[in-house]
């Protein structure tokens, strides 16, 4: 079945550093999201990207769609305090059928940021 | 709008023993999900439904089973609980569009 693997599975940052995680599929996805946990709680949602080679930019946080479509991932310039959290990437199969919104999750990059 | 509500938050079980996790949404979407979250292993997906009275199997259903009688309603049961069944287990839902909107996650151990 459908893998995808997020690496690293921790990061510790001092404030201000930048953070990147990245997101591999062992097939290609028809789109992939991002969320976001803080500890303790649940995930959130952060973002779709649905097009080969797509960007997107959410403040601080920049979101990468492969070209093939099956790589993503997410970089956070200048890391604060309040981006602690484990942070998921989630592929849609771009396999024949309906998928009916099934997630494939990877396992999350916990993110630690030092003050 | 309360969102997606799980209940309960907490919930200690003996081997053997049953429970159904409860799942309510007030957003009147049509798909509803169970995960469970295992430390390092990400989110994996148990069940799910379509829309009232439509279930189907996940990638890890195996101890588990749904029902889905109306389209707020989504319960998970347990019904012969094994250690392997200790979890955070997290029920979502979401409208025709991706962004999946989840409960706040039942954390069940079995002992």
């Known amino acids: 079945g459908q893998q995808v693997m997020q690496i690293p599975q921790y990061q510790h940052v001092q404030e201000g550093e930048d953070f990147t995680t990245y997101c591999n599929s062992s097939?290609?996805?028809?789109?992939i999201q991002w969320y976001k946990q803080r500890p303790g709680g649940h995930p959130v949602f952060l973002i779709q990207l649905v097009k080969s080679g797509e960007v997107k930019k959410q403040k601080r946080l920049t979101f990468q769609f492969g070209e093939a479509k099956k790589n993503s991932s997410l970089h956070i310039t200048a890391t604060q305090t309040t981006d602690v959290g484990t942070y998921f990437c989630?592929?849609?199969?771009?396999?024949?059928?309906?998928?009916?919104?099934?997630?494939?999750f990877g396992q999350g990059t916990i993110l630690t940021v030092h003050p | 709008n309360a969102g997606v509500t799980q209940t309960p938050k907490f919930r200690i079980l003996k081997i053997g023993q049953s429970m159904t996790l409860q799942c309510a949404q007030d957003?009147?979407?049509?798909?509803m999900y169970w995960y469970r979250q295992d430390p390092g292993m990400g989110l994996k997906l148990i069940y799910y439904?379509?829309?009232?009275?439509?279930?189907d199997k996940g990638e890890v259903p195996n101890g588990y089973n749904v029902s889905r009688s109306t389209t707020e309603d989504f319960p998970l049961r347990l019904e012969l609980a094994a250690p392997s069944q200790t979890s955070v287990y997290f029920c979502?839902?979401?409208?025709?569009?991706?962004?999946?909107?989840f409960g706040s996650g039942t954390q069940l151990s079995v002992l």
């Open positions: 989630a592929g849609l199969s771009n396999a024949g059928g309906t998928s009916y919104g099934k997630l494939t």
């Open positions: 957003m009147n979407h049509n798909y």
């Open positions: 439904s379509v829309g009232a009275g439509i279930t």
């Open positions: 979502a839902s979401r409208s025709q569009g991706p962004k999946l909107f």
């Open positions: 097939t290609t996805l028809s789109n």
